[in-house]
C-alpha cells in the first residue's frame, strides 16, 4: 500500500513537471494561431475591398475613379481596422462616411484608418484586360508575442543590422527571442493621446488586386458629388 500511494505521488510530479514544460510552448502556439486566424479574416476582407473598388469605379467618371474606390474600401477595411486607440470623441475615430452604420451607430477603433489604406487605381483605360484595382492595407498585429514575430519576418526592407540578424537565426545561432524582435519589428508610429509622445505597433501590409471587364467608356460621364 505504501508502494503504490509513493508511485502515485512520484507520477503526480512528473505530469507537473510536464505541464510546466510543455504549457508554455502550447501557449504561444495558440497565440501565433489566433494572430493567424486574424490574419486570414483580414486578407479576405482586403481582397473583397478590392473587388468592390473595381467596381465603383466602373460606375464614374475616369478622374473619380480613385476617390470612389478609396471610399468604397476604407468603408469595408473600416470593420477590421482594429486601431488600438478608440474613445467617443471624433478626433479618435474616423469620419462618419467610412464608419457610421445606419440602424447601429459607429463602429469603433478606426483612428488610423486613412493610414492603414492606400489605393491604386489607374484613370485611364489603358490596361486591355478593364478596371484593376489594388488595395494595401496595413493590419495591426495586436496579439502578443505573435504579432511581434510575424511582423519582423514579413518585414520587406530590413536594415543591415536586422539582416544579419535574420541569418544568424536562420543559422539557429541565437535562440528565436520575441524580447528581441520587439526592437527590430515592422511597427507603424502613430500619435499618442495626448499627440505629443509617439506610439509604435507591429503591422504586416497585406496586398490584394482585382480586374474586372468593363466593356465601355467612362472618361464622358459627368462628374457627380
Known sequence: MKRTWNLRRGSEGAALLEFVFCFPILFVLFLFAVQ?????ITWHMVHYSAYMGARSAMTVNNLQRKSRAE???KRILAVVSGSPSDSSDAKDRADDKYIRLDGWGRLPNTKYLDQQVEVDIPLTDLDPRGVKCTVKFKMFLLVPVAGRIISFFAKKEKSEEEQQWQKKL?????AL???LLA????????????KKEKLKYPYITLTSSCVIPIPYATKFYPLSK
Open 36 to 40: 493567424f486566424a486574424d490574419i486570414m
Open 71 to 73: 471610399a468604397v474600401a
Open 170 to 174: 536562420d543559422e539557429q545561432a541565437y
Open 177 to 179: 527571442n520575441p524580447a
Open 183 to 194: 526592437r527590430y519589428a515592422n511597427e507603424m508610429e502613430v500619435n499618442g493621446a495626448d
